[in-house]
């Protein structure tokens, strides 16, 4: 058994000696708080019960939002019990009294207020992860671009997630509002699926309906490689989406190029497969007379890109999900979660994701994108 299966029993056990045991109150009591927290905590156990796992849930939409609600609202609970620990520890030390505290341990109405704030902002969250994506407009200013490219527009796509708790209706929807855009270029930026092609093909055929006028391109994503990494690229490409994996594609006007567009396989496909990210076998074929646009799923490579990529676009982040977390996912991107960024001559779009993975399906100040780019000549009037 991984650490990560041992995570929810560990979680559990803090929950029920520091939060549920102290509090003075009956049996009755501690038992109804306990079946409110211990569900939640043990929603990865629920979904290998029901044959799923972290990655791929089995389980309904309503299902799955009903037990991230509970599982959001017993990490809160988590998280308050060790800051009342640290807080109390550190008073304690100070006073050199260990019968003294700042938060009561005892509490009964400390201990509900906990759970209440808990449910009431685990729920808010779950709402905000399943909201519609919002659009959200930038334009760049590229100084190569040509006077034939000036004005294109490029849709963002990333993070769309789609698993058994994801509805036909969502990916309609999706697929509606990109298509009244009329762009020229569609990308996705990995982590499409959670699940098999035989399991989601229904929903993901919609993608194909996808349309603009120079095609439809994708880079894999983690998730790709706990998926079926070799079946879902030919799926996809046989499809009419083109995953540039390691490799380019010269966007032309008449034989006049406007673009080049180039593409990574994820950053951490060398653990799950034989396949790597590859940059310098993706730009050995672009066109010198064009810009660069570098499709990435994690932000991190940007850093890599500074000398060659003119608009990075990557995803992953999920824009940090909630404030808190912001930091830390930041953290481990080298500083990239949300927006617009400038590296040098390069500039980068981390898209906060189109849609929102079923293993932790929270939003909290950070909105589901669909991304609309304008390119424009740094010199256009």
């Known amino acids: 058994m991984t650490l990560f299966k041992l995570y929810p029993l560990i979680q559990a056990l803090i929950i029920v000696i ?30 290998i019960f029901t044959g799923g796992n972290a990655m ?14 509970l599982y959001f609202s017993s990490l809160m609970v988590l998280m308050l019990t060790i800051f009342r620990m640290s807080i109390n520890g550190l008073y304690k030390a100070l006073r050199r009294n260990i019968s003294k505290f700042i938060i ?5 109405r400390y201990a509900l207020l906990s759970v ?7 729920t808010v969250s779950v709402y905000n992860g399943f909201k519609p994506a919002a659009l959200c407009s930038y334009t760049v200013n590229i100084d190569t671009l040509s006077p034939l490219a000036d004005g ?19 990916i309609e929807d999706i697929v509606k509002e990109v298509n009244k855009r009329n762009v020229e270029i569609i990308v996705i930026t990995g982590d499409l699926v959670d699940g098999d092609v035989d399991s989601l093909k229904k929903k993901t055929d919609i993608l194909f309906k996808l349309k603009a006028k120079y095609g439809v391109y994708a880079v894999s994503g983690n998730h790709e490689f706990y998926s079926g990494y070799d079946s879902w690229i030919k799926y996809f490409n046989k499809g009419g989406i083109r995953f540039l994996e390691n490799e380019s ?8 190029p406007l673009l080049n567009i180039c593409g990574i396989t994820d950053a951490t496909a060398y653990k799950y497969s034989d396949k790597k990210a590859d940059i310098p076998t993706a730009i050995k074929n672009v066109d010198s007379d064009a810009p660069v646009i570098f499709l990435t799923h994690q932000p991190k490579v940007a850093d890599e890109l500074s000398a060659i990529s003119d608009l990075t676009l990557a995803g992953h982040t999920h824009g940090g999900l909630f404030p808190v977390l912001k930091s830390l996912v930041a953290a481990a991107n080298h500083g990239y979660v949300s927006g617009f960024y400038t590296i ?36 256009s009037f």
């Not at 791929?56 to 609600?69: A, E, G, H, N, V």
């Not at 040098?344 to 609309?372: C, D, F, H, Y």
Request: glycine share 4%; aromatic share 6%.
């Open 18 to 47: 520091f939060f549920i045991r102290p509090i003075r109150c009956s049996l009755k009591t501690k038992l109804i708080i306990s079946a409110i927290l211990l569900v939640g905590t043990f929603k990865l156990y629920v979904f």
């Open 56 to 69: 791929d849930p089995k389980l309904s939409r309503i299902s799955t939002m009903f037990l991230s609600c």
């Open 104 to 108: 009561n341990p005892h509490s009964l």
């Open 116 to 122: 209440i704030v808990s449910l009431l902002l685990g």
């Open 152 to 170: 294109m527009r490029i849709i963002h796509l990333s993070d769309l997630h789609i698993s058994a708790p994801t509805t036909e209706e969502e």
């Open 249 to 256: 594609v010269t966007i032309s006007d008449n034989d006049y």
């Open 344 to 379: 040098g001559k390069e500039k980068m779009i981390v898209s906060n994701g189109t849609r929102i993975w079923a293993g932790i399906p929270l939003r909290l100040k950070t909105p589901a994108q669909i991304i609309e780019i304008t390119l424009k000549r740094t010199n």
